[in-house]
């Protein structure tokens, strides 16, 4: 059962306490912050090392409410970056989201990671590191009303129409668009983090547009190794 404030609209004079989480990148953070009309209070925020989530990701969650000294039960929202990114750090953020949310019937929201680096850089075009030579990419689609998000290496970019402007918050993302789009105007922004993700989700907080927690999955927008490398044995055997 998810937590609700009391009337029918979204009573942007109330406060929500907000808790963000962010594993997806090389490195992560858990925030914590206050909505309160349409400003966002950052009360705390702590980074975490690139594969220590699952190690540490709770213990800082805790760190983080004890310095605020707030309690599980006052948080009205948990948002959590749903991918793309890193398999292993997706999961591990996706996994803490619900297993924080249920016991104390918290809502959540589900943010991407492309979206929160567009609303962080201010711009509609937005990439990131995917390894293996290959981004992930946002960008408006035909007409402009709606946005895609994709995985995409140099062939595909370079059958695209490139965006007037693009941002990238990494070396490698940075150096795959300046080779294929050498006319598109690049900026370089810092990697969002849990309190960008809460930014990004206030409207949505306010709205009470959650998730269900027994459908939200990862965005990864590429097939593991096991599924890539698996599927020509599944197939000989008849999968």
Not at 83 to 105: C, H, I, Q, Y
Not at 119 to 140: P, S, T, Y
């Amino acid at each position: 059962m998810t937590k609700e404030s009391n009337g029918a609209g979204p009573e942007q004079d109330a406060e929500r306490l907000v808790l963000g989480i962010d594993t997806c990148g090389p490195s992560g953070s858990v925030a914590l912050a206050r909505l309160q009309g349409d400003g966002v209070e950052l009360l705390g925020q702590i980074e975490l090392a690139g594969k220590s989530y699952s190690a540490t990701l709770v213990s800082a969650v805790g760190e983080l409410l004890s310095r605020s000294q707030k309690h599980m039960s006052l948080l009205d929202a948990i948002v959590v970056t749903s991918g793309p990114g890193s398999f292993t750090g997706v999961r591990v953020g996706l996994s803490a989201a619900k297993g924080l949310a249920e016991p104390a019937g918290v809502p959540v929201v589900a943010v991407s990671r492309l979206a929160t680096l567009a609303r962080k850089a201010g711009v509609d075009a937005v990439a990131l590191d995917a390894h293996r030579q290959e981004i992930f990419v946002r960008l408006i689609g035909d007409g402009g009303a709606t946005s895609r998000e994709f995985l995409a290496g140099q062939k595909e970019l370079e059958a695209m129409a490139p965006p007037e402007k693009i941002a990238a918050c990494d070396e490698a993302a940075e150096e795959l668009l300046k080779a294929v789009w050498p006319g598109t105007e690049l900026m370089r922004v810092s990697a969002p983090m849990a309190a960008d993700a809460i930014e990004l989700a206030a409207g949505h907080i306010w709205a009470r547009e959650f998730a269900d927690l027994a459908l939200l999955d990862a965005h990864y927008l590429r097939r593991s190794d096991a599924e890539i490398f698996g599927a020509p044995e599944r197939a000989a055997r008849g999968a």
